[in-house]
């Protein structure tokens, strides 16, 4: 069955201290992939996407993600966190060439220590 | 460009009754989803449309209606609303780039 996982349900990290959040997905092919960022009490923001190309992408706010295909995954990553990142992060997907349906994971909440 | 905007805010609902979400974007997007939002469960779909006239089914349709008529909005109907129904609403638009998302509504089914 087509789905993303997001295996940590919860990430607490440091501020300044370097970030990854992980996101695998099972698609028959290569699918478009987003990270997604909710503030609390907002809606989601797009942080970056990949559709092709460099296997890095570069998003907002510092963020940037790496797809593998051989790992079916796409993780977020940030050098440095500052404290205004704590927010849950989604990952998803959409089909290629299909009709577009975004599927979400089920997010990562990320807590920062001062 | 107001983006994707959504009404109402807030609503508390009875259990039974029934009522319409409205989306509206003014940015042209052909498509145009809803989704609902429940702790923990991240976001499911709801419907989907890839212009107007067409809709689709997504993960969770039932219970819901949708229409559009126009390129601009996308409302979500409830009939009949049960307490499951409880839940944080999102409509998103797109042009296949990375959605767009509303600011939510929140509907407590009681």
Redesign the interface.
Known sequence: AQSVT?PD?HITVSEGASLELRCNYSYGATP?L?W?VQSPG?????LL?Y?SGDTLVQGIKGFEAEFKRSQSSFNLRKPSVHWSDAAEY?CAV?LRGG?????????TRLHILP | NAGVTQTPKFRILKIGQSMTLQCTQDMNHN?M?W?RQDP??????IY?S?GAGIT?K??VPNGYNVSRSTTEDFPLRLELAAPSQTSVY?C?S?T?????????TRLTVT
């Open positions: 997001q349900i478009y987003f997604y907002q809606g989601l923001q797009l996407k559709f989604f959409a009709d577009d349906k975004i599927i979400f994971g089920k997010g | 498509y989803y989704y923990g469960m991240g976001l499911k779909l989907y890839v689709d997504g993960e999102f998103a797109s296949g780039q990375g959605a767009f998302f509303g600011p939510g």
